[in-house]
């Protein structure tokens, strides 16, 4: 709640700093109407964020300070928005925000992802090593089929399936040989 009221003051704030330049004839006038309008529009969605905290921060304990409209307007530069940082937790001196801590979690993080990828390569092994299977009983097969109906089509395919199959062994020594 607290985040959306400051981004939309945020965005009013430079959209005033906008309206600023209009003095030096840097915008046309369609511009400052269209900015004229934003700021009209903003100013509703600052109004219903305003009630909306106002409800929220009454009910906290301890209940934090009302904002009021008039508080908010009366900021024209980034400079002077405090108000809104005030009111919230300060967050600095928990544990979790100390570079330690930062750095634990993200290394438990990557220990996860690290497991995961070993289930999911572990799945894929089991595909590679199926694939392989089924290609050289396919392959065979066709080159049987072949020696029958054209010879040195069969000559050629043995030939190319060869040297697969020499590729196919190596990955089945590297990849499987701890299997067994």
Same mark, same amino acid.
């Given at each position: 709640?607290?985040?959306?009221?400051?981004?939309?003051? *945020?965005?009013?704030?430079?959209?005033?700093?906008?309206?600023?330049?209009?003095? +030096?004839?840097?915008?046309?006038?369609?511009?400052?109407?269209?900015?004229?309008?934003? %700021?009209? #529009?903003?100013?509703?969605?600052?109004?219903?964020?305003?009630? #909306?905290?106002?409800?929220?921060?009454?009910?906290?304990?301890?209940?934090?300070?009302?904002?009021?409209?008039?508080?908010?307007?009366?900021?024209?530069?980034?400079?002077?928005?405090?108000?809104?940082?005030?009111?919230?937790?300060?967050?600095?001196?928990?544990?979790?925000?100390?570079? *330690?801590?930062?750095?634990?979690?993200?290394?438990?993080?990557?220990?996860? #992802?690290?497991?995961?990828?070993?289930?999911?390569?572990?799945?894929?092994?089991?595909? %590679?090593?199926?694939?392989?299977?089924?290609?050289?009983?396919?392959?065979?097969? +066709?080159?049987?089929?072949?020696?029958?109906?054209?010879?040195?089509?069969?000559?050629?395919?043995?030939?190319?399936?060869?040297?697969?199959?020499?590729?196919?062994?190596?990955?089945?020594?590297?990849?499987?040989?701890?299997?067994?």
């Amino acid at each position: 709640m607290l985040d959306e009221l400051e981004r939309l003051v *945020v965005m009013r704030l430079f959209e005033l700093s906008k309206l600023s330049l209009s003095g +030096t004839g840097c915008l046309g006038y369609k511009l400052r109407q269209q900015i004229s309008k934003a %700021l009209q #529009r903003r100013s509703d969605a600052i109004r219903n964020a305003i009630n #909306r905290y106002n409800t929220q921060a009454a009910a906290l304990v301890p209940p934090r300070p009302k904002l009021a409209w008039k508080d908010i307007v009366e900021y024209s530069f980034l400079g002077e928005f405090d108000l809104l940082r005030n009111s919230r937790t300060d967050i600095r001196d928990a544990d979790w925000t100390t570079p *330690v801590h930062c750095e634990a979690t993200v290394k438990y993080f990557k220990l996860q #992802r690290a497991r995961e990828e070993v289930q999911r390569l572990n799945i894929e092994v089991r595909r %590679l090593r199926t694939a392989i299977h089924d290609e050289e009983i396919k392959t065979n097969a +066709t080159i049987d089929q072949l020696i029958v109906t054209n010879p040195p089509l069969a000559v050629e395919l043995r030939r190319q399936w060869q040297a697969r199959a020499a590729v196919n062994a190596v990955h089945l020594y590297r990849h499987f040989r701890d299997w067994y």
